[in-house]
């Protein structure tokens, strides 16, 4: 069983930025893929950003495009998300979530083996 912590949500104005962390409670190497995940009241669970650990390629939804920025650090079994320029729409519960093994896709909720607990992220005047 996998372990993940998240960390870093918060409220912010909009224009504002965070950081959100997923630290794992295995080493990197045993994950292929690290995505987040995001929910919003009324809505489905929506693709945000996922990278994948052996190859460092990120992959990017709709709306992080050109303004979010998924990273990795192997040494921390850490992922991070740098949102910036954040929107209202953007108000959401983000989730961490973890694949061991290779999926073909990055960006669907259900090949995910393991979540987060999620961490509030709320983009508001």
């Known amino acids: 069983q996998v372990q993940l912590v998240e960390s870093g949500g918060g409220l912010v104005q909009p224009g504002g930025s965070l950081r959100l962390s997923c630290e794992a409670s295995?080493?990197?190497?045993?994950?292929?893929?690290t995505g987040w995940f995001r929910q919003a009241p009324g809505k489905e669970r929506e693709f945000v950003a996922a990278i994948t650990w052996t190859y460092d390629s990120p992959y990017y939804g709709d709306p992080a495009k050109g303004r979010f920025t998924i990273a990795r650090d192997i040494a921390k079994n850490t992922a991070y998300l740098q949102m910036n320029r954040l929107k209202p729409e953007d108000t959401a519960v983000y989730y961490c979530?973890?694949?061991?093994?290779?999926?073909?896709?990055?960006?669907?909720?259900?090949?995910?083996?393991?979540w987060g607990q999620g961490t509030q992220v709320t983009v508001s005047s």
């Open positions: 295995t080493q990197s190497f045993s994950i292929y893929a």
């Open positions: 979530a973890a694949v061991a093994r290779v999926v073909d896709r990055v960006t669907n909720a259900m090949d995910y083996d393991y």
